[in-house]
């Protein structure tokens, strides 16, 4: 088996093996002190600062054009439906792009 970098990945910085990490922790959290257990060997690590940076910009970015097209389709017809389906859009493209972005982004750094 091909010997992984420890450091620098996806994986655990701590001992290369995956870190069974969930892709809901790629989404932006208001607590910033995140702190994640390495499933291989209990290591403590978070993600890197550049991964929470894009996180964020990723679910931005979409974010954009889904808000354009709900305030240019939304008005009039039946409000409340519209607004519930629109606010479902909205979430879905945050959440979304902001997993894609972080996922492909994704580096972990140990824990201090
Ligand atoms: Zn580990």
């Given amino acids: 088996m091909a010997q992984q ?14 870190t069974g990490l969930s892709l809901l922790a790629l989404l932006p959290a208001p607590n910033t002190d995140d702190d994640f257990k390495c499933r291989a ?5 978070k993600l890197a600062e550049r991964t929470r940076l894009w996180s964020l ?3 931005l970015l979409p974010l954009l054009p889904a808000i354009y097209l709900f305030a240019h389709f939304s008005p009039g017809r039946s409000g409340a439906i ?8 909205v979430l879905l493209s945050f959440g979304l792009g902001s997993i894609a ?3 492909l982004t ?3 750094e140990p824990k201090r």
């Fill in 41 to 45: 060997c209990g290591g403590h690590f």
């Fill in 106 to 108: 994704l580096r972990l």
């Fill in 101 to 103: 972005a972080g996922w």
């Fill in 82 to 89: 519209t607004a519930a389906a629109g606010l479902v859009v």
């Fill in 5 to 18: 970098p420890p450091a620098g990945g996806r994986n655990c910085p701590h001992c290369g093996e995956p």
């Fill in 57 to 59: 910009g990723g679910g």
